[in-house]
């Protein structure tokens, strides 16, 4: 057996504990990258899965605005004709009913304004024929106030139809 000098004699005596030593830091690194690759892609499929429930939602949420877009459309442009139904108003009438399921209630607050603004509008035209106090213009601001509406339904609804991801940074 040859002698070896004290520095290498120190070296293997020491070899082992430190190879061990680094083993498990490369194993340990090793994980701890696997665990933090695995926690991001966890991550990402929940901000996907986050996403595709706020389409679903927007997708919703648009058909009510254009049910009441259609409402004001409606009342404005047909509510004078003869063969106008009054009970059309009806099924959208529902819709916003249910909006509360998807709006904020201050919007729900506006959406039954605009159904009351409605409502007040063809009652008024409906009595308008057999009504001596008959007014045409409160006839005129109900309608204007309408058209008012109308026009700013993109407005009304765009803080809440509005897609954050595509609009962060861009203050509310």
């Given at each position: 057996?040859?002698?070896?000098?004290?520095c290498l004699e120190l070296a293997k005596a020491f070899a082992a504990p430190v190879a061990a030593i680094i083993a498990s830091i490369v194993v340990a690194t090793s994980a701890g990258v696997i665990a933090w690759r695995q926690w991001k892609t966890a991550d990402q499929q929940a901000q996907t899965s986050l996403d595709q429930l706020r389409f679903a939602l927007f997708k919703d949420r648009f058909a009510i605005y254009n049910n009441v877009k259609a409402l004001l459309r409606m009342v404005?442009?047909?509510?004078?004709?003869?063969?106008?139904?009054?009970?059309?108003?009806?099924?959208?009438?529902?819709?916003?009913?249910?909006?509360?399921?998807?709006?904020?209630?201050?919007?729900?607050?506006?959406?039954q304004a605009v159904q009351a603004d409605c409502q007040q509008f063809l009652e008024g035209r409906a009595r308008q024929?057999?009504?001596?106090?008959?007014?045409?213009?409160e006839d005129a601001a109900r309608q204007t106030r309408l058209t008012?509406?109308?026009r700013g339904m993109a407005k009304t609804f765009e803080k809440e139809l509005k897609f954050r991801q595509l609009t962060r940074g861009v203050p509310d």
């Open positions: 057996m040859t002698d070896l000098p004290p404005i442009n047909d509510s004078h004709k003869p063969d106008f139904d009054m009970f059309a108003v009806t099924e959208h009438y529902v819709v916003i009913d249910e909006a509360r399921f998807f709006f904020s209630p201050e919007l729900c607050e506006r959406l024929p057999t009504d001596p106090d008959y007014n045409p213009r008012e509406k109308f």
